[in-house]
């Protein structure tokens, strides 16, 4: 299936590479105890640019760790250092014995959360095709005492997992960054278990985005341009084979796009 999203001027390699370059700098701004995010601010920076920006263009903060106030159970996680637009593990009903599987994780928030609610029995998986960051994750937990998290390197269209071996897939402002979604989507399907949950934080796109802002690469890696719509996404889950599937609109974070929890379920369980 091709890609449902209008097409950036480069290729799958070329928009993986610049991701990876710029979330790699993200990391090490981070170590550095420098302020990066995941935003539309992002639009005037160059594509390789270290920091990626944390708010809208009227300088409201609608990514980051601030995102993370009111959850409890984020103590101690790594939340000052999200790039995402959500908090998946509020909405993802995770329990004692959950498999999780964080695409995309980053500095490893959300998979320390994930790894506290599974706790004792549960486990947490973060991916990500970042070295620094998976260093940078591995580093976190440690830091933590957690010690039912791991971290694995690998891309979102190759998931290095097994078939039906996690309960619930989860991802934070990470999905829109691919430059083929449906098979993103695809993989997650499939290494989910019959009834598992599919439960997200993501940007998704008016239908009226403009092709300038589709064109931008630095707003592509600033998790704006590489947006699905709303149809494009519920078209994706069902062709990936998911069902019951919810797009809830949460804030707005560009002038032509909104961040949103996306769900849905695979069948059987």
């Not at 947490?124 to 933590?144: P, Y």
Request: proline share 4%; charged share 20%.
């Amino acid at each position: 299936m091709a890609e449902l999203s209008p097409q950036s001027p480069l290729g799958e390699t070329e928009i993986r590479e610049l991701v990876r370059e710029r979330y790699a700098a993200a990391a090490t701004a981070i170590a550095d105890g420098s302020q990066t995010g995941c935003g539309a601010e992002s639009a005037g920076a160059s594509c390789c640019a270290p920091v990626v920006g944390l708010t809208d263009a009227g300088g409201t903060e609608v990514f980051g760790g601030s995102l993370y106030d009111d959850d409890a159970d984020a103590g101690g996680a790594p939340v000052a250092a999200s790039l995402g637009c959500g908090v998946p593990t509020a909405v993802a009903g995770l329990g004692d014995g959950d498999t999780v599987l964080d695409l995309g994780s980053g500095a490893g928030a959300d998979v320390l959360i994930s790894a506290r609610r599974v706790a004792p029995s549960g486990r947490a998986i973060g991916l990500d095709m970042t070295d620094e960051m998976l260093d940078l994750a591995r580093a976190n937990a440690s830091a933590a005492g957690i010690h039912n998290a791991e971290f694995v390197k690998g891309y979102l269209e190759a998931l290095p997992l097994p078939d039906a071996c996690v309960d619930v897939v989860i991802s934070n402002c990470v999905v829109n960054l691919s430059a083929d979604k449906p098979q993103v989507l695809r993989e997650a399907a499939r290494v989910l278990r019959p009834g598992g949950r599919f439960a997200i934080s993501d940007v998704v796109a008016e239908a009226g985005m403009d092709d300038a802002t589709r064109a931008d690469m630095a707003q592509w890696t600033g998790c704006v341009a590489g947006a699905l719509t709303r149809e494009e996404f519920e078209r994706s889950l069902a062709d990936a084979g998911l069902v019951d599937v919810e797009i809830r609109v949460t804030h707005r974070v560009h002038e032509h796009a909104c961040a949103a929890i996306v769900r849905a379920r695979k069948p059987g369980g």
